[in-house]
DNA sequence: TTAGATGCAAATCTTTTGCAGTGCG
DNA sequence: CGCACTGCAAAAGATTTGCATCTAA
């Protein structure tokens, strides 16, 4: 499962990331980065708050909220969409896949022939019935935009 | 892109598959689907809506919300996901991608060995950076679960 | 005729923002 | 000490719900 190991090495050269990345070594983030480090279960924001509240007991949602996106932002976490919330639809039940433009959001079809040999992986007691895959990039228009900028 | 002749089969058998699926026929159900049906862009809830309001201006976004719900649960949309609002955030950065209980929103990390062969497909002027997988199923504590419902 | 659908308004939830106070470097 | 960070409260969004009214079948 997790390795001990790993959360160890993960935690450990936690704050020689912050350093690099220019962040501060707060208490917040230490224990924000931890529940996160030692979970395979891909907590939302509010199970975060929740795991960090009995060391922390006066930290604040939007604290969370705050350092996960930072932490997202500096590539320290992987944001994972469930659709649960997502809200985007789409008639088009063909085999396809898309591609989403991280810049401005923007969602296009991709034929992924190679897909379809893509097997469903031991996926222990999971039965799986389908599976969407989501390419991450940078659209044309974004791109020839002049300046970039959250 | 989007072949003419796709959006009248669409359409065309809009009445039946509703019929099929014990749908009432209505003008906004109509005109919701036919939004769909004719574009490639993947609206959201707030964007069908207006979408549709020239044609029926009375019609309220509840109303949008829960006739793509329905068509969602009777399979004639699909849902697609964009971490825009998601938050569920994962500190493994290795490559590996997600099981999805569609049953109880749990989710766990897969090895997916095949996928790394998978290329970014023709993009056209995306310029892919990575890319997610998502597979959808039915985790085995919800399998094994009595009654399923929604 | 009537079960199912809609529209409205209010309730919930989630996420973001502004700002004053706090603490890391 | 100064600037980045936190906590709070309020705002902004997104989505859901209850209920009276309407309408497709």
Do not use: W
């Not at 433009?101 to 996926?123: F, H, M, N, Q, S």
């Amino acid at each position: 499962m997790l390795a001990q190991k790993q959360v160890e090495a993960r935690m450990r050269s936690f704050p020689e990331r912050c350093r690099a990345a220019g962040l501060k070594l707060t208490h917040q983030r230490t224990a924000i980065f931890n529940v996160l480090a030692c979970t395979e279960r891909h907590p939302s924001p509010e199970e975060v708050y929740e795991a960090v509240l009995p060391e922390l007991p006066s930290i604040s949602l939007a604290t969370v909220y705050k350092v996960l996106d930072l932490f997202h932002r500096h590539g320290f976490l992987r944001k994972v969409s469930t659709e649960q919330q997502a809200a985007r639809y789409d008639a088009n039940l063909g085999p396809h896949h898309h591609l989403l433009c991280d810049r401005c959001g923007r969602i296009e079809d991709v034929a992924v022939p190679a897909a379809d040999t893509l097997a469903a992986p031991d996926a222990g007691d999971f039965s799986v019935s389908h599976f969407d895959i989501i390419f991450h990039g940078v659209c044309g228009a974004c791109r020839s935009e002049p300046a970039g900028g959250r």
